[in-house]
């Protein structure tokens, strides 16, 4: 089946400082997503972004699909924006839709 | 704003226990989903539905049953508790293949 990878696993930051978060999928994909974790375990929508370059705010991402990879940027980061951030992709079926998440970035920023 | 709501944030069930885990959403959507998130194993897909009546297992299906009678409500049983599935749930529905997937609040099920 199809393998997401994310980097780097854990990541620490002062406030204010960029990042940059990435994923690698292993096949072509319908679609991928970004989404945040909160402390309380909801799944917030970042991005959904089978391609190209979105932005929003102080967070961006890019897909090259055809060479399997996101990034995801956040730049002048903020104490809120730690948690975990997951990448998801949605594998090819003959019926329906079936998401494969990597496993996640911790990201810490720290005041 | 897109909403799919899980009926408990917190559960907790004794083992043997017949536990429903109840999810709404408001967009008419196609797809719903359910996943289980453990540490240091990811988020693993249990079932989905593509259609009313319709099911799939995913990746983890065994000890969980699913229904769907109605477009908005995807519902998880665990048909007889055991502390292995003592667990977060997560509940997440889309319009369809190659889009956008939301998520509920999840609920944090503890078996005793």
């Known amino acids: 089946g199809i393998q997401v990878e994310q980097s780097p696993p854990d990541l620490i930051l002062q406030e204010g400082a960029n990042s940059t978060l990435r994923c690698n999928f292993s096949d072509s994909v319908n679609n991928l997503q970004w989404f945040h974790q909160n402390p309380w375990g909801q799944l917030i929508n970042l991005f959904y972004i089978p391609s190209g370059t979105k932005q929003n705010g102080r967070l961006s991402a890019t897909t090259v699909a055809t060479e399997r990879y996101s990034l995801l940027y956040i730049s002048s980061s903020q104490t809120t924006d730690s948690g975990v951030y997951f990448c998801a992709v949605d594998r090819p079926e003959n019926y329906g839709q079936n998401f494969v998440f990597g496993p996640g970035t911790r990201l810490s920023v720290l005041p | ?112």
């Open chain 2, 1 to 112: 704003d897109v909403k799919v709501t899980q009926s408990s944030r917190y559960l907790v069930k004794r083992t043997g226990e017949k536990v429903f885990l109840e999810c709404v959403q408001d967009m008419d959507h196609e797809n719903m989903f359910w996943y289980r998130q453990d540490p240091g194993l990811g988020l693993r897909l249990i079932y989905f539905s593509y259609d009313v009546k319709m099911k799939e297992k995913g990746d983890i299906p065994e000890g969980y049953s699913v229904s769907r009678e109605k477009k908005e409500r995807f519902s998880l049983i665990l048909e007889s508790a055991s502390t292995n599935q003592t667990s977060m749930y997560l509940c997440a529905s889309s319009n369809g293949q190659g889009s956008e997937a939301f998520f509920g609040q999840g609920t944090r099920l503890t078996v005793v």
